[in-house]
């Protein structure tokens, strides 16, 4: 193989090494945040929808324990 094609090959392979790179390091950042999002956010989600739930409740014991 000569300069002119070893370069050239050398060339496509750094190319699509770094594409690679870049779209693993972006993919890994999605990634990463989709994983902390579910594991901090949905616990707070939760607990949030519950104490609404439980607000809801208080207010109608309180509504019904005037009638």
């Known amino acids: 193989m000569n300069k002119k094609g070893l370069s050239r090959l ?3 392979f750094c190319l699509f090494a770094h594409r690679g790179i870049c779209y693993g390091i972006a993919c890994g ?3 990463f ?3 902390f999002v579910a594991v901090f956010g949905f616990p707070v989600w939760v607990s ?11 207010k109608n014991r ?5 009638k």
Do not use: D, W
Not at 52 to 57: I, L, P, V
């Open 48 to 58: 949030e929808l519950f104490e609404k739930r439980m607000e809801a409740r208080r």
């Open 33 to 35: 945040l989709a994983i």
């Open 29 to 31: 950042g999605v990634l």
């Open 10 to 12: 050398c060339s496509c």
């Open 62 to 66: 309180v509504v019904n324990a005037g």
